[in-house]
């Protein structure tokens, strides 16, 4: 069953219908107009779950890279070492079995 | 497609059993009867929210209101045809990226007429709204959809219950990455109905806030945990209002069998509303499903929640948290919440319930714009004749 938007006078009442009973009911010669309801919803635009998944974690490892990338620029950073193993671990994982089910995790 | 309800009322067989009709058509009786004719207006849709982590701010969207409920007994005549037009739940909105914050619709308006009968209209519930809540030292109030209301020719009318409101959140600091949404209104069954979960902010960063949907007979859970992190509530229930869910409280939810303490986790299955496992059962009206002494379901229904109930909050994930449920008839979507990390929503959870139930809001404060946001649809409206007597 459609979503029936039903107009007169500006206002719009949408409804459960089908657009030849909206017509009998709601007659054009009294002034009302008749048109499927139009969703905002792009249905192209909407990804599966799983498609949403990989591109979620795609989107994760991009900004682990760009948070990090200050810190292999320090030389006597801490963590170094331990950044510049967990940034090429990040920029493999998508070629990997894990990805994107498992995430790279930072070492000691 | 008309439904056909058992249990009619307990007059001189033969009687034929009540209808529920949710789209628009046409009816006529078999024989002249006395009925109840109950309208419901459709409920609107929640509003939906996609804020970036570098707006810095805390972003509210509400719930949708229930429709209207207005009836009339009437003797209907089997040589008149009467005309029922069912008003449509609110569509829901889709916000794709970031900023892309969208209002709800409302519900549209449902009517039943026909020659020598004064004709009944109920209307439908306003959609949700959203307010960006950026600015330090400001309070801002945010009101849910407003409830159904101001329809025609009835003998009774029972606004439909507001969406829940974000009340009086005081920002106290501009760097703060908030996501507070609330939950659709419950139907007016016995009076004016009971609103989504309001949330009461308090001054804390990242979390989000997921407040329930409106119950026939209460209202959803309050949203007001001070500590840091993702919050939720239940839904309202059938019989009484819903519990701040993470605060180990479940509210009022006698469809667990043996339990009248409201402690325990429902075991029931998620029950999408537009199912029609209401289908020619006797468990349509809440009243008549539920023991009131002992405060248990009948045992046909033991295993999911009656009609009337608001749907559950939920933050961040699809995963449930507990194992509340969707909203059943008349009961307003929960709402959903996620902040920071993201979360893949099954928008499922946010739709109002059939016969006017308010949609439940969504919204979300992360990094990523692909985190894409449904709101809940809100239920469509219809009208149900319960049949009284046959007029000889």
């Given at each position: 069953?459609?979503?029936?938007?039903?107009?007169?006078?500006g206002?719009?009442?949408?409804?459960?219908?089908?657009?030849?009973?909206?017509?009998t009911v709601?007659?054009?010669?009294?002034?009302?107009?008749?048109?499927?309801?139009?969703?905002d919803e792009p249905?192209?635009a909407?990804?599966?779950?799983e498609e949403?998944?990989?591109?979620?974690?795609?989107k994760w490892?991009?900004?682990?890279?760009?948070d990090?990338?200050w810190?292999?620029?320090?030389?006597d950073h801490?963590?170094?070492?331990?950044?510049?193993?967990?940034?090429?671990?990040?920029r493999?994982?998508?070629?990997?079995?894990d990805?994107?089910a498992?995430?790279?995790?930072?070492?000691? | 497609?008309?439904y056909a309800?058992?249990?009619?009322g307990?007059?001189?067989?033969p009687?034929?059993?009540?209808?529920?009709?949710?789209?628009?058509?046409?009816?006529?009786?078999?024989y002249?009867?006395?009925?109840l004719?109950?309208?419901?207006?459709?409920?609107?849709s929640?509003?939906?929210t996609n804020t970036?982590?570098?707006?810095?701010?805390?972003?509210?969207g509400?719930?949708?209101?229930?429709?209207?409920?207005a009836?009339?007994?009437?003797e209907?005549?089997?040589?008149?045809?009467?005309?029922?037009?069912?008003?449509?739940g609110?569509?829901?909105?889709y916000?794709?990226?970031?900023?892309?914050?969208?209002?709800?619709y409302?519900?549209?308006t449902?009517?039943?007429?026909?020659?020598?009968?004064?004709?009944?209209?109920?209307?439908?519930?306003?959609?949700?709204?959203?307010?960006?809540?950026p600015t330090?030292?400001?309070?801002?109030n945010?009101?849910g959809?407003?409830?159904?209301?101001g329809?025609?020719g009835a003998?009774?009318?029972?606004?439909g219950g507001?969406g829940?409101?974000?009340?009086?959140p005081?920002?106290?600091?501009?760097?703060?990455?908030n996501?507070?949404?609330?939950?659709?209104?419950?139907?007016?069954?016995?009076?004016?109905?009971?609103?989504?979960?309001a949330?009461?902010?308090?001054?804390?960063?990242?979390?989000?806030?997921?407040?329930g949907?409106?119950?026939?007979?209460?209202a959803?859970?309050?949203c007001?945990n001070?500590?840091a992190?993702?919050?939720w509530?239940?839904g309202?229930?059938?019989?009484?209002?819903?519990g701040?869910?993470d605060?180990?409280?479940a509210?009022?939810?006698p469809?667990?069998t043996?339990?009248t303490?409201?402690?325990t986790?429902?075991?029931?299955?998620?029950?999408?509303p537009?199912?029609d496992?209401?289908?020619?059962?006797n468990?349509?009206?809440?009243?008549?499903?539920?023991?009131?002494?002992?405060?248990?379901?009948?045992?046909?229904?033991?295993?999911?929640?009656?009609?009337g109930?608001?749907?559950?909050?939920?933050?961040?994930?699809v995963?449930?948290h507990?194992?509340?449920?969707?909203?059943t008839l008349f009961?307003?979507?929960?709402?959903?919440a996620?902040?920071?990390?993201?979360?893949t929503q099954?928008?499922?959870?946010?739709?109002g319930?059939?016969?006017?139930?308010?949609?439940?809001?969504?919204?979300?404060?992360?990094?990523?714009?692909s985190?894409?946001?449904?709101s809940g649809?809100?239920?469509?409206?219809?009208?149900?004749i319960?049949?009284?007597?046959r007029?000889?």
């Amino acid at each position: 069953m459609s979503r029936i938007d039903v107009t007169k006078d500006g206002v719009v009442n949408t409804i459960s219908s089908s657009i030849e009973f909206a017509r009998t009911v709601f007659p054009v010669a009294d002034g009302y107009s008749h048109a499927e309801a139009v969703s905002d919803e792009p249905v192209a635009a909407v990804l599966t779950l799983e498609e949403g998944s990989l591109l979620e974690e795609r989107k994760w490892r991009d900004l682990e890279l760009k948070d990090s990338d200050w810190i292999v620029q320090i030389p006597d950073h801490p963590q170094r070492a331990a950044y510049i193993t967990y940034r090429a671990a990040l920029r493999a994982w998508p070629a990997t079995s894990d990805f994107p089910a498992t995430r790279p995790v930072l070492g000691e | 497609m008309p439904y056909a309800f058992g249990a009619a009322g307990g007059s001189n067989p033969p009687l034929i059993p009540d209808v529920l009709l949710t789209v628009s058509t046409t009816w006529s009786p078999p024989y002249k009867v006395k009925a109840l004719v109950r309208c419901f207006g459709g409920g609107g849709s929640g509003a939906a929210t996609n804020t970036s982590y570098y707006q810095y701010t805390t972003m509210g969207g509400t719930g949708g209101g229930a429709g209207e409920h207005a009836g009339s007994i009437l003797e209907l005549d089997p040589s008149i045809t009467y005309t029922i037009v069912a008003g449509s739940g609110g569509d829901r909105r889709y916000s794709a990226n970031h900023n892309d914050n969208k209002a709800g619709y409302a519900g549209g308006t449902t009517s039943f007429s026909g020659s020598g009968i004064t004709t009944i209209t109920a209307n439908g519930g306003a959609g949700g709204g959203f307010l960006a809540m950026p600015t330090v030292g400001t309070v801002y109030n945010l009101a849910g959809g407003a409830g159904g209301s101001g329809g025609a020719g009835a003998l009774y009318r029972h606004t439909g219950g507001a969406g829940g409101a974000v009340l009086k959140p005081v920002i106290a600091n501009n760097n703060f990455n908030n996501a507070l949404s609330t939950g659709g209104g419950a139907v007016g069954l016995y009076g004016t109905g009971f609103a989504g979960g309001a949330i009461s902010f308090v001054s804390l960063n990242q979390i989000a806030f997921a407040s329930g949907g409106g119950g026939v007979n209460g209202a959803g859970g309050v949203c007001n945990n001070s500590s840091a992190g993702r919050h939720w509530s239940w839904g309202g229930g059938a019989f009484g209002p819903g519990g701040p869910g993470d605060l180990g409280s479940a509210g009022f939810q006698p469809w667990i069998t043996g339990d009248t303490t409201g402690s325990t986790v429902p075991p029931g299955a998620f029950v999408l509303p537009d199912s029609d496992v209401w289908e020619a059962t006797n468990n349509f009206w809440p009243s008549k499903v539920m023991d009131r002494v002992n405060h248990t379901m009948s045992a046909s229904t033991a295993t999911m929640a009656p009609p009337g109930t608001g749907g559950c909050g939920r933050y961040n994930t699809v995963i449930a948290h507990g194992l509340g449920t969707g909203a059943t008839l008349f009961g307003g979507g929960g709402a959903f919440a996620s902040s920071i990390h993201g979360g893949t929503q099954d928008p499922r959870f946010c739709m109002g319930g059939k016969l006017g139930g308010g949609g439940g809001a969504s919204g979300g404060n992360h990094w990523s714009s692909s985190y894409f946001r449904w709101s809940g649809y809100g239920g469509d409206g219809g009208v149900v004749i319960e049949m009284l007597e046959r007029v000889l």
